[in-house]
Nanobody, 123 residues
Framework: QVQLVESGGGLVQAGGSLRLSCAAS????????MGWFRQAPGKEREFVSA????????YYADSVKGRCTISRDNAKNTVYLQMSSLKVEDTAVYYC????????????????WGQGTQVTVSS
């Protein structure tokens, strides 16, 4: 079992930056692939980024590539999403998720989810 708690969301102007954090509890955090997803009002949840259990593999949606960096600190049981050059269309609830296995970009492939953190980008 893994419990996930996101933090770091907030209100930011377009062009600004935010760093999201996801703290995990559980003994085997380092065994899990970690992902970030987001869901805007009226839209389906979409993949943002993922990182392999060892941190050697990182993956990004085309919509955020070049603007986001995912990282993890297995000693702190935490995964991060650094977002820069934020756009109004990045506004969404951002969710952290974990899966035991290779990186996947489909949300049903993830077994554990956090409650989400709101990111609002104003123009």
């Amino acid at each position: 079992q893994v419990q996930l708690v996101e933090s770091g969301g907030g209100l930011v102007q377009a062009g600004g930056s935010l760093r999201l954090s996801c703290a995990a509890s559980g003994r085997t955090f380092s065994s899990y692939t970690m992902g970030w997803f987001r869901q805007a009002p009226g839209k389906e949840r979409e993949f943002v980024s993922a990182i392999s259990w060892g941190g050697g593999g990182t993956y990004y949606a085309d919509s955020v590539k070049g603007r986001c960096t995912i990282s993890r600190d297995n000693a702190k049981n935490t995964v991060y999403l650094q977002m820069s050059s934020l756009k109004v269309e990045d506004t969404a609830v951002y969710y952290c998720a974990a899966r035991y296995g290779p990186v996947r970009s489909q949300s049903p492939e993830y077994h554990y989810w956090g409650q989400g953190t709101q990111v609002t980008v104003s123009s």
